[in-house]
């Protein structure tokens, strides 16, 4: 019988524990979002970038993976009983689509973007592609096949899509599509009946179940569910369909012949949860008297008592991998699938000299070494857990330790940590005696690259770009107020970044697609309200405001070209200039300021104020574009501008300002390819201090949510550390005065040299249309010499919080 133990509290960063079937001894590994992992299995295979589907054969012998991440796409082989990867073949684009044929000697796959679907033969234990069938043109026509059934017996393939929201009927005799049928919204996957009859269709942005009729061709029934349905289990006999609702936190169990919801499983650690669990796949025992349920931001299996349909009750809780994507059981053992893997790190080879090899498709000789690329969007590797169904027992040790690896409960939506009387409250509603909240968002640095020369920080001057010469209002801030150097995003790139700063949450379909089109595999980017699908169910943080009473106004944050990305930002957009780095930061700050006096001369100023300061974000080396210390340096002159005219305000007295990057892509970090910069100013915040608490994006939501008086938005910000240390009860009114820029704001890129080109070549309409690894390749280069290397790789070391001190200068 293996025993089990648990050691609570031990909040490392490091490698996978090691388990045998005799005992067990779990490491709690601390994520940078302030979640820990104690994951439950006897192994753990090593995976690729994203794993989001696990196909299991006919005969239970195989299984297979597929690969869907921002970097190298592949499909995997594993022999299920030697838990041994069979074949690994590298596919060109991919995304979640893979099923086995009836007779197991086919495994059909997504082609992603290029709207095909890849037949590959399985012969001596491997893949052999033996054909593709195009549903249309490649991408930029939109199609994306996502789940794929097959009918061996009629030789035909059903396909259903994410960007044409359609059903494709394929006639695999001729790899014709026969029929197509529109499906109104995003289509996720599909489960033909035994009887081949019936294909049951999940609506991921239609928040339905489709039954389609095979021989009427049309939909039979639609059966209302949760938000965001996405994977579907169907019991033996078809009596029952279970849907994972991946935004609200549940299962719906529906009964097929009724066609209707019979019961809901909340698959939360806790009653009435906000948003946050995101259950993504379901699967069943094989007696079918037990559900497991992957709650991807929970980082865990959901176990259910399903044995009386509609009485179904819970049973507990299984600690897996970071973000679990998919769940299968075979016999007694359950295999999930870590989207994330088992940890996060640091990334000092983040801007790589040899990135340009990481081209997609790209594949190494046997014997060619090279330093691993360390960007952050293809930085974690999937892996495959395997876990023994646990007795009442053991589901009892693996449920404590899922509620000792999360840090979100009930009590913390209303009861927040903090100290008595400080400006942030503890208590959701209590008043606080800041009035007016600025909150600006910059693009995509890491801590290191700005301020690791900082020396009362945990910096790394080895790996700073844009240090005090370039940005001295940013060093000046924290030399004047507080030093933040244990700070991380909870996003990887800008895509679901927008969506993390203002909403504290990023959907299944965001974190699921934008490795797509980062990878440059087509798709679009879906964050910043540009699709509802992707936005999650408390909407954002303007949406809460307007729930809670809160005035508020976006100075370029969710609104392009002036326009309104969400309804509820119409009329509250302040005449300013969006992502559009032609235009300087230190403009928009005049744009601000205009605004704002008015404001505060008809006493009109909002509680909320979002802005958006993106320009060191950079040009790369563009040729006739400033220079990336140029962008750098007017983004720092336009922050301390900004801090110094609201510092000589009549509304400093009541105001703080907030500032953090979307996310940290754009570098490398000693620490954590999370870990960023932020800063905090106002009369109430305190000076001269360094704190090295390990705050997130969602715990500054959290402390704005609380100043506001506001509750939390979801899991993830109720969870949070609210930034409470920053403050002081004793008010300094010193106004901030900016300091001149060093560098010469004019300068431009005039060298016509490879970089140059490079540069030229990309898109710069849009944040992150541009490969962001190409990008930091050409600014290491552009700054540190051609043929610079960076530092030796570094371990990630997250700061215990029984090791945190507070230190005053």
Request: glycine fraction near 8%.
């Amino acid at each position: 019988m293996r025993c089990t133990l648990l050691v609570a509290g031990l909040c490392l960063a490091t490698s996978v524990f090691a388990q045998s079937d005799e005992a067990a001894v779990y490491r709690q590994i601390k994520l940078p979002n302030g979640w820990s992992l104690t994951p439950a299995g006897n192994n753990a295979i090593t995976l690729g970038d994203l794993p989001l589907n696990l196909a299991v054969s006919k005969n239970k012998k195989f299984l297979a993976v597929t690969n869907n991440g921002q970097s190298t796409q592949s499909i995997q082989l594993i022999d299920a009983a030697k838990q041994k990867i069979l074949d690994d073949v590298v596919i060109p684009k991919s995304w979640y689509g893979l099923t086995f044929s009836n007779n197991d000697k086919m495994l059909y796959a997504s082609g992603g973007n290029d709207n095909w679907i890849m037949q590959y033969a399985i012969r001596n234990n491997k893949l052999k592609l033996e054909d593709s069938i195009a549903l249309g043109e490649k991408w930029p026509v939109k199609i994306s096949p996502a789940g794929i059934a097959v009918d061996d017996k009629n030789d035909i393939l059903y396909v259903v899509t994410k960007e044409d929201n359609s059903l494709y009927i394929v006639d695999l005799t001729s790899k014709k599509v026969t029929e197509k049928f529109n499906l109104g919204a995003e289509a996720y996957t599909c489960l033909l009946s035994d009887d081949k009859k019936t294909l049951y269709i999940s609506l991921w942005g239609g928040d339905k179940i489709l039954y389609y009729d095979v021989a009427a061709k049309n939909i039979r029934s639609e059966i209302a569910v949760g938000d965001n349905p996405n994977e579907i289990y169907l019991s033996k006999k078809e009596k029952y369909l279970y849907v994972a609702n991946a935004n609200d936190n549940s299962v719906s169990v529906i009964d097929v012949a009724q066609a209707k919801v019979i019961e809901t499983l909340n698959a939360a650690l806790y009653p009435n949860a906000p948003s946050g669990s995101t259950s993504n796949a379901v699967a069943l025992s094989e007696d079918e008297k037990t559900l497991y349920i992957a709650n991807a931001d929970n980082n865990c299996l959901s176990v259910y008592d399903v044995s009386t349909p509609g009485k179904s009750s819970s049973k507990g809780f299984i600690p897996v991998g970071w973000y679990p994507t998919n769940v299968k059981v075979v016999g007694k053992k359950i295999y999930v699938t870590n989207g994330k893997g088992l940890s996060s790190m640091a990334n000092p080879h983040g801007p790589n000299p040899v990135a340009k090899k990481q081209a997609v498709n790209y594949q190494k000789s046997d014997n060619e070494t090279t330093v691993p690329v360390q960007y952050i969007a293809g930085l974690f590797k999937g892996t495959l857990s395997i876990i023994d169904e646990p007795n009442a027992e053991q589901l009892s040790a693996y449920s404590q330790q899922v509620y000792n690896n999360t840090p979100y409960s009930k009590d913390k939506e209303l009861n927040a940590q903090g100290e008595a009387g400080n400006p942030v409250p503890m208590k959701v509603g209590e008043a606080s005696p800041i009035k007016h909240v600025f909150y600006i968002v910059k693009e995509n640095r890491t801590y290191d690259q700005v301020l690791g020369d900082v020396k009362n920080g945990n910096g790394d001057p080895g790996l700073v770009l844009f240090g005090e010469h370039v940005t001295p209002n940013l060093h000046k801030l924290v030399n004047e107020f507080v030093l933040l150097d244990n700070f991380y995003v909870d996003a990887e790139v800008s895509a679901d970044g927008h969506n993390w700063s203002m909403g504290a949450y990023a959907t299944d379909f965001l974190e699921k697609t934008w490795p797509t089109s980062y990878g440059g595999r087509g798709g679009t980017y879906s964050g910043e309200g540009k699709r509802e699908i992707a936005n999650g169910k408390a909407g954002f943080i303007w949406d809460h405001c307007k729930r809670n009473n809160v005035s508020f106004r976006t100075y370029g944050e969710f609104a392009d070209d002036g326009k309104a990305n969400i309804p509820v930002l119409k009329g509250h957009i302040a005449p300013y200039t969006g992502w559009d780095l032609s235009v300087r930061d230190t403009v928009r700050y005049y744009q601000w300021e205009h605004d704002f006096d008015s404001l505060v001369a008809a006493n009109a100023l909002p509680q909320l104020c979002t802005m958006r300061f993106g320009n060191d974000h950079t040009e790369g080396v563009r040729k006739g574009k400033p220079t990336p210390f140029a962008h750098v340096a007017d983004n720092d002159l336009a922050v301390g501008m900004f801090i110094e005219h609201l510092s000589k305000s009549p509304a400093w007295k009541e105001s703080v300002v907030f500032i953090l990057e979307d996310d940290a892509q754009n570098g490398p970090d000693h620490v954590d390819a999370h870990r960023s910069t932020a800063y905090v100013a106002g009369g109430l915040v305190k000076r001269h201090f360094v704190d090295h608490t390990m705050y997130s994006t969602t715990g500054m939501i959290r402390t704005i949510e609380l100043i506001l008086g506001m509750p939390p938005m979801t899991q993830y910000d109720a969870a949070a550390t609210p930034m409470f240390r920053c403050f002081t009860t004793q008010a300094d009114l010193t106004p901030f005065t900016h300091l001149p820029a060093n560098i010469n704001l004019n300068d431009k890129n005039v060298a016509q040299n490879k970089l140059a080109e490079m540069s030229d070549k990309l898109d710069w309409s849009k944040e992150d249309k541009i490969p962001d690894l190409v990008l930091n390749d050409i600014l290491w280069k552009s700054i540190k010499g051609e043929h610079a290397e960076t530092p030796g790789p570094s371990r990630a070391a997250f700061i215990k919080q029984s090791e945190m001190k507070d230190d005053d200068d």
